[in-house]
Protein backbone atom coordinates (compact mmCIF):
# COMPACT_ATOMS: atom_id res chain seq x y z
CA UNK A 1 0.00 0.00 0.00
CA UNK A 2 1.39 3.73 -0.94
CA UNK A 3 2.07 5.92 2.30
CA UNK A 4 0.39 9.01 2.17
CA UNK A 5 1.72 11.65 5.11
CA UNK A 6 -1.14 14.22 5.93
CA UNK A 7 0.57 17.67 5.26
CA UNK A 8 1.14 19.70 8.13
CA UNK A 9 1.68 17.25 10.76
CA UNK A 10 5.30 16.23 11.99
CA UNK A 11 6.56 13.80 14.22
CA UNK A 12 6.14 14.50 18.08
CA UNK A 13 9.50 15.63 19.84
CA UNK A 14 10.11 14.77 23.66
CA UNK A 15 9.77 18.03 25.82
CA UNK A 16 11.14 19.19 29.41
CA UNK A 17 8.60 19.05 32.48
CA UNK A 18 5.33 20.23 32.39
CA UNK A 19 4.84 23.49 34.32
CA UNK A 20 2.81 22.54 37.83
CA UNK A 21 -0.85 23.28 37.15
CA UNK A 22 -2.53 25.59 40.45
CA UNK A 23 -4.12 23.74 42.78
CA UNK A 24 -7.91 24.12 41.62
CA UNK A 25 -8.46 24.89 45.97
CA UNK A 26 -6.16 27.31 45.87
CA UNK A 27 -7.92 29.17 42.83
CA UNK A 28 -11.81 28.69 44.12
CA UNK A 29 -10.69 30.10 47.93
CA UNK A 30 -9.38 32.62 45.86
CA UNK A 31 -12.16 33.07 44.29
CA UNK A 32 -14.28 33.01 47.01
CA UNK A 33 -12.48 35.65 48.96
CA UNK A 34 -12.41 38.26 46.05
CA UNK A 35 -15.47 39.70 46.91
CA UNK A 36 -14.74 39.67 50.65
CA UNK A 37 -11.66 42.12 50.30
CA UNK A 38 -11.77 44.55 53.15
CA UNK A 39 -14.57 42.85 55.16
CA UNK A 40 -14.29 40.33 58.07
CA UNK A 41 -15.23 37.33 58.27
CA UNK A 42 -15.61 34.50 60.92
CA UNK A 43 -13.42 31.09 60.69
CA UNK A 44 -15.29 28.12 62.71
CA UNK A 45 -12.36 26.37 64.31
CA UNK A 46 -12.99 23.02 63.76
CA UNK A 47 -10.22 20.49 65.16
CA UNK A 48 -6.91 21.23 66.99
CA UNK A 49 -4.22 18.78 65.34
CA UNK A 50 -1.70 16.86 67.59
CA UNK A 51 1.32 19.83 66.36
CA UNK A 52 -0.72 22.38 68.10
CA UNK A 53 -2.11 23.78 64.62
CA UNK A 54 -6.14 23.94 63.84
CA UNK A 55 -8.29 23.05 61.03
CA UNK A 56 -10.38 26.42 60.10
CA UNK A 57 -12.86 26.52 57.87
CA UNK A 58 -13.15 30.04 56.65
CA UNK A 59 -15.23 31.31 53.29
CA UNK A 60 -16.54 27.08 52.73
CA UNK A 61 -12.90 26.04 52.75
CA UNK A 62 -10.91 24.19 54.98
CA UNK A 63 -7.71 25.51 56.21
CA UNK A 64 -4.93 24.35 58.66
CA UNK A 65 -3.34 27.37 60.39
CA UNK A 66 -1.87 28.43 63.93
CA UNK A 67 -3.97 30.28 66.02
CA UNK A 68 -3.45 32.81 69.25
CA UNK A 69 -3.92 31.27 72.29
CA UNK A 70 -6.88 31.05 74.00
CA UNK A 71 -8.39 29.68 70.80
CA UNK A 72 -11.42 26.48 71.64
CA UNK A 73 -12.26 23.96 68.93
CA UNK A 74 -16.07 24.93 68.01
CA UNK A 75 -15.53 28.52 68.92
CA UNK A 76 -15.22 30.90 66.01
CA UNK A 77 -12.39 34.17 65.33
CA UNK A 78 -12.68 36.85 63.47
CA UNK A 79 -10.72 36.90 60.42
CA UNK A 80 -10.34 40.58 57.95
CA UNK A 81 -9.33 39.70 54.30
CA UNK A 82 -6.77 41.51 53.47
CA UNK A 83 -5.94 40.62 49.82
CA UNK A 84 -7.13 37.76 47.53
CA UNK A 85 -4.39 37.73 44.82
CA UNK A 86 -1.54 36.35 44.46
CA UNK A 87 -2.11 34.86 47.42
CA UNK A 88 -4.81 34.85 50.35
CA UNK A 89 -4.03 37.03 53.09
CA UNK A 90 -6.56 37.45 56.42
CA UNK A 91 -5.48 39.21 59.66
CA UNK A 92 -6.11 37.83 62.92
CA UNK A 93 -9.16 40.10 65.39
CA UNK A 94 -10.42 43.54 63.54
CA UNK A 95 -8.02 45.56 64.89
CA UNK A 96 -5.72 48.22 63.06
CA UNK A 97 -4.37 47.18 59.88
CA UNK A 98 -1.12 46.55 61.80
CA UNK A 99 -2.09 43.59 63.28
CA UNK A 100 -0.32 40.60 62.24
CA UNK A 101 -1.20 38.94 58.85
CA UNK A 102 -2.23 35.68 58.39
CA UNK A 103 -1.31 33.70 54.93
CA UNK A 104 -3.65 30.85 54.06
CA UNK A 105 -3.77 27.91 51.92
CA UNK A 106 -6.15 25.51 51.57
CA UNK A 107 -5.27 22.80 53.63
CA UNK A 108 -2.13 24.45 55.17
CA UNK A 109 -1.79 28.13 56.36
CA UNK A 110 0.08 29.54 58.82
CA UNK A 111 -1.05 32.52 61.46
CA UNK A 112 0.76 34.24 63.98
CA UNK A 113 0.40 36.33 67.06
CA UNK A 114 3.38 38.39 67.40
CA UNK A 115 3.95 42.00 67.97
CA UNK A 116 2.29 44.62 65.06
CA UNK A 117 4.15 44.56 61.85
CA UNK A 118 6.21 47.66 60.46
CA UNK A 119 5.24 49.49 57.17
CA UNK A 120 8.30 47.42 56.19
CA UNK A 121 7.39 44.35 57.22
CA UNK A 122 3.85 44.31 56.06
CA UNK A 123 5.26 45.27 52.73
CA UNK A 124 7.61 42.61 52.63
CA UNK A 125 4.75 40.45 53.52
CA UNK A 126 3.13 40.76 50.37
CA UNK A 127 6.15 39.70 48.58
CA UNK A 128 6.94 36.12 46.87
CA UNK A 129 7.31 33.85 49.39
CA UNK A 130 10.39 30.96 49.04
CA UNK A 131 9.78 27.33 50.71
CA UNK A 132 11.84 26.26 53.39
CA UNK A 133 13.59 23.70 51.09
CA UNK A 134 14.62 26.09 48.46
CA UNK A 135 16.41 28.63 51.36
CA UNK A 136 20.11 27.71 51.57
CA UNK A 137 21.67 26.11 54.85
CA UNK A 138 23.20 28.82 57.10
CA UNK A 139 25.76 27.26 60.11
CA UNK A 140 28.81 28.87 62.03
CA UNK A 141 30.65 28.77 58.68
CA UNK A 142 28.32 30.82 56.34
CA UNK A 143 30.00 33.62 55.41
CA UNK A 144 28.93 36.96 56.95
CA UNK A 145 26.62 38.73 54.25
CA UNK A 146 27.49 42.20 53.21
CA UNK A 147 26.31 44.95 51.10
CA UNK A 148 27.27 46.37 47.61
CA UNK A 149 28.67 49.26 47.09
CA UNK A 150 25.51 50.64 46.07
CA UNK A 151 23.82 49.64 48.91
CA UNK A 152 26.94 51.28 51.24
CA UNK A 153 26.47 54.18 49.36
CA UNK A 154 22.93 54.69 49.74
CA UNK A 155 23.26 53.87 53.36
CA UNK A 156 25.56 56.12 53.88
CA UNK A 157 23.53 59.00 52.47
CA UNK A 158 21.20 58.38 54.76
CA UNK A 159 22.94 58.41 57.56
CA UNK A 160 24.34 61.69 56.85
CA UNK A 161 21.54 63.11 55.91
CA UNK A 162 19.18 62.32 58.65
CA UNK A 163 17.60 64.56 60.79
CA UNK A 164 15.72 64.17 64.00
CA UNK A 165 11.92 64.74 63.83
CA UNK A 166 11.41 68.27 65.59
CA UNK A 167 15.02 69.12 65.31
CA UNK A 168 15.29 72.70 63.63
CA UNK A 169 17.25 73.13 60.89
CA UNK A 170 20.72 74.39 62.14
CA UNK A 171 23.03 76.56 59.42
CA UNK A 172 26.28 77.29 61.23
CA UNK A 173 28.42 80.53 60.39
CA UNK A 174 31.91 80.45 58.81
CA UNK A 175 32.70 84.15 59.31
CA UNK A 176 31.26 87.18 61.79
CA UNK A 177 28.92 88.77 60.45
CA UNK A 178 30.63 92.23 61.53
CA UNK A 179 34.05 93.64 61.71
CA UNK A 180 35.40 94.59 64.75
CA UNK A 181 33.90 97.05 66.72
CA UNK A 182 29.65 98.35 66.99
CA UNK A 183 28.28 97.29 63.76
CA UNK A 184 26.12 99.04 61.68
CA UNK A 185 22.17 98.19 61.86
CA UNK A 186 22.10 98.39 57.99
CA UNK A 187 25.11 96.31 57.61
CA UNK A 188 24.18 93.70 60.47
CA UNK A 189 20.95 93.46 58.65
CA UNK A 190 21.95 93.07 55.01
CA UNK A 191 24.54 89.81 56.46
CA UNK A 192 21.49 88.27 57.97
CA UNK A 193 19.25 88.66 54.96
CA UNK A 194 22.45 86.97 53.35
CA UNK A 195 22.96 84.35 55.55
CA UNK A 196 19.95 82.87 54.95
CA UNK A 197 19.58 84.09 50.97
CA UNK A 198 22.67 82.46 50.46
CA UNK A 199 22.51 79.02 52.72
CA UNK A 200 20.79 77.10 49.50
CA UNK A 201 17.66 76.39 51.62
CA UNK A 202 15.58 78.52 49.01
CA UNK A 203 17.51 77.52 45.69
CA UNK A 204 14.65 76.42 43.70
CA UNK A 205 12.34 79.85 44.54
CA UNK A 206 15.85 82.10 43.69
CA UNK A 207 16.27 80.24 40.46
CA UNK A 208 12.27 80.48 39.46
CA UNK A 209 13.01 83.70 40.61
CA UNK A 210 16.33 84.11 38.27
CA UNK A 211 13.72 82.39 35.42
CA UNK A 212 11.44 85.48 35.44
CA UNK A 213 14.31 88.23 35.52
CA UNK A 214 13.72 88.97 39.28
CA UNK A 215 17.18 87.64 40.33
CA UNK A 216 20.70 87.86 38.82
CA UNK A 217 22.59 85.16 38.10
CA UNK A 218 25.07 86.32 40.44
CA UNK A 219 23.03 85.76 43.52
CA UNK A 220 22.55 82.04 42.43
CA UNK A 221 25.91 81.73 41.98
CA UNK A 222 27.07 81.77 45.87
CA UNK A 223 24.76 79.31 46.87
CA UNK A 224 26.00 75.79 47.34
CA UNK A 225 24.08 74.15 44.42
CA UNK A 226 25.57 76.58 41.94
CA UNK A 227 29.02 76.29 43.42
CA UNK A 228 29.23 72.59 43.05
CA UNK A 229 27.93 72.94 39.39
CA UNK A 230 30.74 74.99 38.53
CA UNK A 231 32.92 73.21 40.49
CA UNK A 232 31.96 69.58 38.52
CA UNK A 233 32.02 71.76 35.18
CA UNK A 234 35.89 73.07 35.74
CA UNK A 235 37.03 69.20 36.30
CA UNK A 236 39.60 67.33 34.36
CA UNK A 237 38.43 64.06 33.36
CA UNK A 238 40.72 62.47 35.74
CA UNK A 239 38.85 64.30 38.90
CA UNK A 240 36.03 63.67 37.52
CA UNK A 241 36.65 60.08 37.46
CA UNK A 242 37.99 60.09 41.30
CA UNK A 243 34.98 61.98 42.00
CA UNK A 244 32.58 59.45 40.59
CA UNK A 245 34.63 56.95 42.34
CA UNK A 246 34.30 58.30 45.98
CA UNK A 247 30.52 57.93 45.68
CA UNK A 248 27.74 60.14 45.60
CA UNK A 249 28.11 63.93 47.05
CA UNK A 250 26.43 63.15 50.51
CA UNK A 251 26.36 66.78 50.86
CA UNK A 252 23.70 67.30 48.20
CA UNK A 253 22.24 64.66 50.16
CA UNK A 254 21.98 66.66 53.71
CA UNK A 255 21.50 69.55 51.85
CA UNK A 256 18.01 68.03 50.29
CA UNK A 257 17.18 67.21 53.78
CA UNK A 258 17.40 70.19 55.23
CA UNK A 259 15.16 71.56 52.58
CA UNK A 260 12.92 69.33 53.26
CA UNK A 261 12.82 70.30 56.89
CA UNK A 262 12.55 73.96 56.88
CA UNK A 263 9.51 73.55 54.54
CA UNK A 264 7.95 70.75 56.46
CA UNK A 265 8.41 73.27 60.29
CA UNK A 266 8.59 76.38 58.63
CA UNK A 267 11.42 77.84 60.41
CA UNK A 268 15.42 78.02 60.31
CA UNK A 269 18.33 78.08 62.64
CA UNK A 270 21.69 80.03 62.22
CA UNK A 271 24.79 80.00 64.80
CA UNK A 272 27.88 82.20 64.58
CA UNK A 273 29.45 85.24 65.51
CA UNK A 274 27.71 88.86 65.19
CA UNK A 275 31.36 90.14 65.17
CA UNK A 276 34.49 88.91 66.24
CA UNK A 277 34.22 87.27 69.42
CA UNK A 278 30.34 87.44 69.62
CA UNK A 279 28.46 84.30 70.00
CA UNK A 280 24.67 84.41 68.11
CA UNK A 281 21.84 82.09 68.10
CA UNK A 282 19.18 83.57 65.34
CA UNK A 283 16.11 81.88 64.26
CA UNK A 284 13.30 82.35 61.59
CA UNK A 285 10.01 80.78 62.09
CA UNK A 286 6.79 81.87 59.95
CA UNK A 287 3.23 81.04 60.86
CA UNK A 288 -0.09 81.08 58.71
CA UNK A 289 -2.02 83.59 60.63
CA UNK A 290 -5.30 81.88 63.18
CA UNK A 291 -7.52 83.80 62.21
CA UNK A 292 -8.28 85.16 65.84
CA UNK A 293 -8.80 89.33 66.20
CA UNK A 294 -5.56 90.85 67.20
CA UNK A 295 -7.60 94.45 66.74
CA UNK A 296 -6.09 95.03 63.54
CA UNK A 297 -8.76 93.82 61.05
CA UNK A 298 -9.60 91.12 59.01
CA UNK A 299 -6.92 91.20 56.57
CA UNK A 300 -4.66 91.29 59.97
CA UNK A 301 -6.19 88.16 61.59
CA UNK A 302 -5.26 86.17 58.70
CA UNK A 303 -1.66 87.89 57.49
CA UNK A 304 1.28 85.08 58.06
CA UNK A 305 3.02 85.69 61.36
CA UNK A 306 6.99 85.94 61.24
CA UNK A 307 8.83 85.29 64.46
CA UNK A 308 12.54 86.29 64.21
CA UNK A 309 14.74 85.69 67.87
CA UNK A 310 17.79 86.44 68.78
CA UNK A 311 20.47 85.06 72.27
CA UNK A 312 23.62 87.23 73.40
CA UNK A 313 25.82 86.74 76.12
CA UNK A 314 27.24 90.17 76.63
CA UNK A 315 30.13 90.90 78.87
CA UNK A 316 28.54 93.45 80.82
CA UNK A 317 24.63 92.85 80.08
CA UNK A 318 24.92 88.79 80.77
CA UNK A 319 22.85 86.54 78.40
CA UNK A 320 20.05 88.54 76.78
CA UNK A 321 16.62 86.90 74.80
CA UNK A 322 15.12 89.62 72.26
CA UNK A 323 12.12 88.27 70.50
CA UNK A 324 10.33 90.24 67.59
CA UNK A 325 6.72 89.11 66.43
CA UNK A 326 5.59 90.97 62.99
CA UNK A 327 2.00 90.42 62.52
CA UNK A 328 1.38 92.52 59.13
CA UNK A 329 2.17 95.79 59.86
CA UNK A 330 2.52 95.07 63.46
CA UNK A 331 5.71 94.85 66.05
CA UNK A 332 5.93 93.05 68.98
CA UNK A 333 9.61 93.31 70.79
CA UNK A 334 9.48 91.07 73.72
CA UNK A 335 13.49 91.55 75.43
CA UNK A 336 14.39 89.12 79.33
CA UNK A 337 17.67 89.44 80.47
CA UNK A 338 19.46 87.36 83.61
CA UNK A 339 19.15 90.28 85.94
CA UNK A 340 16.80 92.81 87.20
CA UNK A 341 19.87 95.24 86.75
CA UNK A 342 20.09 94.43 82.94
CA UNK A 343 16.46 94.85 81.86
CA UNK A 344 16.64 98.05 84.40
CA UNK A 345 19.59 99.31 81.92
CA UNK A 346 17.47 98.18 78.91
CA UNK A 347 14.63 99.55 79.54
CA UNK A 348 16.81 103.15 80.32
CA UNK A 349 17.56 102.50 76.42
CA UNK A 350 13.59 101.37 75.37
CA UNK A 351 13.24 104.82 73.81
CA UNK A 352 16.19 105.16 71.63
CA UNK A 353 14.88 100.97 70.32
CA UNK A 354 11.42 102.54 69.82
CA UNK A 355 12.80 105.66 67.89
CA UNK A 356 15.15 103.95 64.97
CA UNK A 357 11.92 101.48 64.86
CA UNK A 358 9.87 103.96 63.87
CA UNK A 359 12.51 105.99 61.94
CA UNK A 360 13.09 102.61 60.01
CA UNK A 361 8.83 102.38 59.01
CA UNK A 362 8.44 99.67 61.74
CA UNK A 363 6.85 101.70 64.49
CA UNK A 364 6.09 99.32 67.67
CA UNK A 365 2.54 98.09 68.60
CA UNK A 366 4.25 96.37 71.91
CA UNK A 367 7.58 96.21 73.82
CA UNK A 368 8.28 93.92 76.58
CA UNK A 369 10.94 94.34 79.00
CA UNK A 370 11.73 91.89 81.94
CA UNK A 371 13.83 89.73 83.90
CA UNK A 372 13.69 85.64 82.76
CA UNK A 373 11.95 83.37 85.04
CA UNK A 374 11.75 86.34 88.05
CA UNK A 375 8.16 88.16 88.59
CA UNK A 376 9.30 90.75 91.17
CA UNK A 377 10.86 92.71 88.07
CA UNK A 378 8.56 96.09 87.50
CA UNK A 379 6.79 96.93 84.72
CA UNK A 380 7.64 99.30 82.13
CA UNK A 381 5.01 100.93 79.55
CA UNK A 382 7.37 101.44 76.31
CA UNK A 383 4.57 102.70 74.17
CA UNK A 384 0.42 103.45 74.48
CA UNK A 385 -1.28 101.26 75.64
CA UNK A 386 1.98 98.15 75.62
CA UNK A 387 3.10 97.04 79.06
CA UNK A 388 6.33 95.33 80.01
CA UNK A 389 5.79 91.93 82.23
CA UNK A 390 9.19 90.76 83.69
Not at 224 to 229: D, K, L, N, T
Not at 264 to 282: F, I, L, N
Request: aromatic content about 4%.
Amino acid sequence: MQRLDTPGLRPTAPVGNAPTVADPRQAAFQRALQPLVGQTVQGQILAKMSDGSFLVRVADTNARMMLPAGADVGGEVPMAVVAAQPRPLLQVGTGAPQTPILHTQPGDAQATNSRPLSTAAALLSKAPLTSSENLPQLDRNTAQATFSPAARAIASALTVAYTAPGAPVIIHGKAPLAGAGGPEPQQLGQKLQSVLGESGLFYESHVADWAEGKRPLQDLAREPQMQRHLQAQGQSPAETLARNLAGPDLSAAQMINQQLHTQEQGKVQWHGEAWPGQKMQWEVAREEGDGRSRGGGREQDDAPVWRSGVKFRFPLLGKVNASVTMIGDQVHVQVQSDTGEAADTLRAWAGMLQGALDAAGAPLSSLTIGQAQAAEAPPMSATPGASDAA
